[in-house]
């Protein structure tokens, strides 16, 4: 047995001892199981999987790789997108979907205290007798986790107007890459010291894990308005999208779908979209019903002038539910056109909306990769669709240029390389197009800090570790990693 | 601590890293230090050519962008070079189409509110400090009333560029809103108080201006009322974009800020007074104060009160303001989202100052909140817990270890010592 085989034997004897047997997974098959997350084409099958059913548990396995130098991933729901989950060969995989209780939910404080394996609908559920709700609501938010969601900062469709993960929670219990277990922020706002937990949220489980988390609820609002609007073409929907902004509006959620993306959305949930739109503008206003009202008419007038040959007020909630099944289903759908797809995630300005949505149209015609358009017209988060048919010989290749092709265009842009699914295994390589060697060293600082040992997700977001004995700007002699063997001279 | 010495070797290398630097004056003291230079460099290459010699040098440097809340914090250990970013006070780039605006950090608050309001548009910060720069704001985390609609800095800072301690460029974020690559720099940096690094350059999401807007309010005699008062409009649908306490000798007022459009605020200003009842006035103007702190920020050493920020869950509002009525601090500040800056008489004996902290403190931690002194005599500096008690203090001593080793940035300011 090697050195890595002993120390995971060691892990392993430690989370029998803390663990109840059913939650100790070393049997291949079982294991094998949790080789992915939402992106499935990495796969690594992990060396441990183990399910801890409150947080001194997990904290002890935490502690017990940390005395080995055993690497470890956490694990909410596995929906992710960016492979941000996916296990270590040599490490074990921490799954959190055994500690789901809603801990407290405060109506007077306006606050929900929670585990990392709630699934986050179920806030909004158990919120929701007391008149409130948790805003952020990726589409997956039926079965994705509120640990995913802290690691990822998840977005979702009403983000424009409420933010995400991080504009919502306000504290966590959080395990250290040491095991050690340490309060971030409070119950209340503006906890002293430095924001520590603004950095974890997002940091795609590579600062550690959170066990507890307490999430600000949002008042329900007196009144929900759900328009459906057919365009001619996805310029005209943007330019409405636009008016809509200079207005002065600022809508819970604005949606795009392109007539692609429509044809598949329809072929799945028949959601009855407008026939022959060549885009669907999926426009939400929320708040005190007299200010609706307002908004309401002004957004109506705006899509007309716009352009909009179809409007479609939902006037009850079996029909705003049918026109967001449309939307929230667009990804799972375009599996009925096409056998196989990538989903991408990138941001741009969204005034640069109409110029990239034309050069993904050249990408499109000159690679022959068709590609379907959905996204947060309002925030200017595109989530293309690549689609290809992997049984043809070099389609998936052709895919992965469109898709890179696309993540190019958004940095041209000024935007980013991802808005909402993580950078994870997926991404890291595109990192440096967006950042200078220095910004992601001194990100990594952060990394540093909390995880010397490098031992808490490793190899995800950064393309390149830092060795965290470096004192920056005093370097002396050979490079630590070139000493230990581990490098070339660089 | 970086233990160099100012001497004439390092003088030099300061002058050729900046166009600007001379000796400390009488108005450059921070908060009883005086430092022994200050440099005023033109650009964010000349922040790192300073930091690159002051590290060369072993000397100990203090950010400072337009003075207003240099006091604030504990006093320096040490501070051999004032860094003063005033001359970085460009607005760069007001997207209105994409709502952002990217600023300098030397740049007033104020006249980057002047650059976007001619696109209709604002950032959601408001100026409780005049005169303060952006930098400032986002190092000390200022925030007024309007934040319970839109947040504070954390939630609006986008993109962010800072000088590290060893003079090295960084950024993290962008220019849209929606962003998770990477690490969120800037939500570390907000509220750092000039320890991490310098912000020499800062993007932010905007909002729309207002078409309309209407406050409300009520006198309230009581903790009870007060009390009653706030959950009733928090828990109704009105969606307010303030909701202030004003306290002080066991009685105060409540006051709603509604902003929209001109019928839907008359709508909702109906709403909050059916809520509020009989006794509730609306008007135009904001109520006196507004969105300053309840002390004066021109009062210098002695003369300074005790000034305190207190945070708490919503729950906890009559226990704080009843705290505060017996500690005799006139308090003012976001009820509706527990948040409250509180001031203590200048000349307050330090045994009931302490005494008060302790009071006010205990009831704060015990609704899941703090109390932080903001700013008082050195003397109450030197008697009180001034940061209280912080959580994960090993982490953030950790995460200044690894931002500036040398604790070379505003030594000592921070919590823990940090």
Known sequence: ?490 | MATGTLDTTAREALASACQDVQDAGETDGVDGVRPGLVARPADTAQVAEVLKAAAAHGLTVVPRGRGTKLSWGLPPASADVLLDVSALDEVLDHAAGDLIVVTQAGARLADLQEVVARGGQRLAIDETVPGASVGGTLATNTSGPRRVATGTARDLLIGITVVRADGVIAKAGGRVVKNVAGYDLGKLLVGSAGTLAVITDATFRLHPLAAAHRWVSMPVPGVAEAHAAVQAVVHGQAVPSAVEVDWAEGRGAVSVLLEGREEGVAGRTATVRGLLGDASTESDDAPAGGAAYPWDLAATGDRRATALKLTFALSGLADVLAAATDSGAVLRGSAGVGVAYAALATGTPLEDVRTAVDRLRRVCTGHGGSLVVVDAPSAVKDGVDVWGPVPALDLMRRVKDQFDPDHRLSPARYVGGI
């Open chain 1, 1 to 490: 047995m090697g050195q890595a085989g002993a120390a995971i034997e060691a892990v392993t004897r430690r989370a029998r001892e803390l663990l109840p047997a059913d939650a100790v997974v070393t049997d291949r098959a079982r294991l094998r199981t949790y080789e992915c997350d939402g992106l499935a084409h990495y796969r690594v099958t992990p060396a441990l999987v183990v399910l801890p059913r409150d947080a001194a548990q997990l904290a002890g396995v935490v502690r017990a790789c940390a005395e080995q130098g055993v690497p470890y991933v956490a694990r909410g729901a596995g929906t992710g997108l960016s492979g941000g989950a996916l296990p270590h060969a040599e490490g074990v995989l921490v799954v959190t979907s055994q500690m789901r209780a809603i801990t407290d939910v405060r109506r007077d404080d306006q606050r929900a205290v929670v585990e990392p394996g709630v699934i986050n609908l179920d806030v909004t559920r158990a919120a929701t007798p007391h008149g409130y709700y948790y805003a952020p609501d990726p589409s997956s938010q039926q079965i994705c986790s509120i640990g995913g969601n802290v690691a990822e900062n998840s977005g979702g469709a009403h983000c424009l107007k409420y933010g995400f993960t991080t504009n919502h929670v306000v504290g966590a219990d959080f395990v250290t890459s040491a095991g050690e277990t340490v309060a971030l922020g409070g119950t209340a706002p503006d906890a002293p010291g430095y924001d520590l937990l603004g950095t974890v949220v997002g940091s795609e489980g590579t600062l550690g894990i959170v066990t507890s988390v307490t999430v600000r609820l949002v008042r329900l609002p007196e009144e929900v308005r759900t328009i459906l609007v057919g365009f001619e073409s996805t310029d005209q929907a943007g330019a409405a999208t636009s008016a809509i902004i200079a207005a002065g509006i600022v809508p819970a959620a604005i949606e795009m779908m392109d007539a692609l993306a429509i044809e598949a959305a329809e072929a799945a949930v028949q959601c009855n979209y407008p026939h022959g739109a060549g885009a669907v503008l999926v426009i939400e206003l929320d708040g005190a019903s007299v200010e609706v009202e307002q908004e309401y008419a002004e957004v109506e007038r705006l899509c007309t002038e716009n352009g909009a040959f179809e409007q479609r007020l939902a006037t009850d909630p079996a029909e705003r539910a049918l026109i967001w099944k449309g939307r929230k289903s667009a990804f799972a759908a375009v599996g009925r056109i096409s056998p196989d797809y990538i989903v991408q995630d990138g941001v741009i300005p969204r005034t640069a909306l109409p110029q990239v949505l034309r050069a993904i149209a050249d990408l499109s015609g000159t690679s022959g990769v068709r590609v379907a358009n959905v996204f947060h017209a309002g925030d200017g988060n595109l989530h293309p669709l690549v689609l290809f048919d992997d049984a043809v010989e070099g389609a998936g290749d052709a895919a992965e240029k469109v898709s890179g092709a696309i993540l190019d265009l958004c940095i041209e842009h000024g935007g980013s390389i991802t808005g909402e699914h993580g950078v994870g295994m997926d991404k890291a390589k595109y990192m440096p197009r967006m950042y200078t060697d220095e910004d992601l060293d001194t990100m990594q600082l952060v990394r540093c800090a909390f995880d010397p040992q490098s031992i808490s997700n490793p190899g995800k977001v950064f393309p390149t570790p830092r060795l965290c004995g470096e004192v920056p700007g005093r370097r002396k002699g050979a490079h630590p990693a070139q000493q230990a063997g581990l490098a070339e001279v660089f």
